[in-house]
């Protein structure tokens, strides 16, 4: 079932907006002052001294499929931070969350199951 536009929260919109429209180089500066670079390391499956090296080259040079795994756990982060603080977003991303069957989101996004932790952000966003 499609979401008619009209229905689409401006969050949701900004987010996704904010996820495509940013510079990979920046969302992941953002991502790993938030969440660190040992989650970055395990959403994305890659070590830490491959973070680091991200980092450190400018720009960036990650390949398609660790972008978007990036692009989509920013999307999330946005999303959340449009409603609470950096703090609150970290302890978020980190700690058991019961509409992933109290799993962290973080093990979530390893599974790749970026949809479902996007749904579960949608939830604690709209206090459910």
Request: charged fraction near 25%.
């Amino acid at each position: 079932m499609t979401k008619q536009l009209s229905t689409i929260s401006p969050t949701r919109t900004n987010a996704h907006s904010k996820s495509i429209g940013d510079e990979i180089d920046d969302i992941l500066a953002t991502l790993v002052r938030v969440l660190g670079k040992q989650a970055i390391a395990d959403i994305t499956k890659k070590s830490v001294r491959t973070v680091q090296r991200w980092i450190d080259s400018k720009p960036a040079s990650i390949g398609d499929t660790d972008q978007k795994v990036l692009r989509d756990t920013f999307m999330i982060y946005t999303l959340l931070s449009e409603a609470d603080g950096d703090h609150t977003v970290r302890a978020w991303f980190l700690g058991m969350n019961p509409v992933l069957d109290d799993l962290s989101p973080i093990e979530v996004l390893v599974e790749g199951r970026a949809r479902a932790v996007s749904a579960a952000a949608r939830a604690f966003v709209n206090g459910a």
